[in-house]
Each structure stands twice: as C-alpha cells, then as structure tokens.
C-alpha cells in the first residue's frame, strides 16, 4: 500500500514570524480605522486566546462586525500583505513549497485567505468563518483535517508544524509533531514537550 507523506502547517508563528490577524488589527489601529475602545476589546479576546479561553464565536461576531464597517477593507488588507511578506519562516516556507501540504489555522478567512495567496502564495486553507459558523481550533480542527483526509481519499502518514499550545489536540492526532518557535506554555510542563520531534526549528 502506497503511504503519502502530508505536512499540516499552523499558519501564526510558525509559517509567518508573527500572528497576522493580531498584527493587522494593530495596522487597523495605527491608520485609524479602529478607535482605541475597540481595539483594546480586540487585545482582551486576544489575551483569552493566549490562555486558550477565548469563545471563538463571540470573537468572530465582533471580528466581522467591525470589518465590515471599514471602507476598502479589501484594499487595506492586500497593502498589509506587503509588509507580511517579510514575516515569513523562511526554512519552512522552503518545506511548505515542496511538499503535500495543508495550512490550518484559527484565524479568520477574511484575512488569511489574502495572507496565504499574496504572502505564501497558496491556497490549500483550513480557517475560521470558511464559511458560515465553521470554526477552526482546538479538537475542531482535527475533526475539519479528518475530513480534508477523507476527501482526498488515500492513505496519508501526518506532520504537524505548531508554535502554540492551543494545538495540543492536533499534535496527538498528528504521527509527527515538530514545535517551531515556541510559546512559553510549552515549556511549563514536560509532558507536551514530549509530544514532539527533538528537532526544533
């Protein structure tokens, strides 16, 4: 039987440097196109995602809700993008170009459908709000890769590529795990850690 090797790549510190919804709801702020009562809401739901509390749901709402008040959100987005191409991992961007691959992440489509096609230039994408009330994280990106798989149809052996805790799920679902730029959680407690590869990028 014929196996096919498939790389899942979380997208936010690990493909790029940085988490690109954070960073683009800063941009908003610094042109003024959110004022500071929203966006210090936007960096509460922020610190609930770090200690993974956060209702996605409640956050996607008001996500949406704000984006589309802005005039020329597409055009905003698209000139963010250029200055994203510089956040890019570059070792696993080379991976990512060469391989069977399938990014999956818990930021919403609106934003990282532009991040993927202009900064990546890629399209295989799992995310939130893919379509309406789909959401992508914790075991629910499991189940959302599960059936990514089964449409494929074959047989796949799985690599996973994660900065966050918040992947934990994806990391035992996964045959291998490799921890990439790492968040501080991970290095509270030994039995995550083991989880992955040695190999740290």
Same mark, same amino acid.
């Given at each position: 039987m014929y196996i096919e090797k498939i790389n899942i790549f979380d997208l936010d510190k690990t493909l790029?440097?940085?988490?690109?919804?954070?960073?683009f709801l800063i941009y908003l702020y610094k042109i003024k196109k959110i004022n500071k009562?929203?966006?210090?809401?936007?960096?509460?739901?922020? =610190?609930?995602?770090?200690?993974?509390? /956060?209702?996605?749901?409640?956050?996607?709402?008001? /996500?949406?809700?704000?984006?589309?008040?802005i005039k020329g959100i597409k055009k905003i987005i698209k000139r963010f993008c250029?200055?994203?191409?510089?956040? =890019?991992?570059?070792?696993l961007y080379k991976i990512l170009k060469h391989?069977?691959?399938?990014?999956?992440?818990?930021?919403?489509?609106?934003?990282?459908?532009?991040?993927?096609r202009y900064v990546l230039k890629k399209n295989i994408l799992i995310c939130n709000n893919y379509k309406k009330n789909f959401y992508n994280y914790k075991k629910k990106k499991v189940i959302n890769l599960l059936r990514f798989i089964i449409k494929k149809k074959g047989t796949y052996k799985t690599t996973f590529f994660t900065d966050s805790i918040n992947d934990i799920y994806m990391t035992r679902f996964s045959d291998s795990s490799v921890l990439v730029n790492p968040d501080k959680f991970f290095f509270k407690n030994n039995k995550f850690k083991k989880l992955f590869l040695e190999r740290v990028f």
């Open positions: 790029l440097s940085i988490d690109c919804e954070n960073e009562k929203i966006f210090k809401k936007f960096k509460c739901f922020f =610190r609930e995602y770090d200690l993974g509390k /956060l209702n996605f749901k409640k956050y996607t709402i008001f /996500l949406y809700k704000n984006l589309k008040k250029k200055k994203v191409k510089k956040k =890019r991992y570059i070792k391989n069977n691959y399938v990014i999956t992440t818990a930021s919403n489509y609106e934003i990282v459908k532009y991040v993927c």
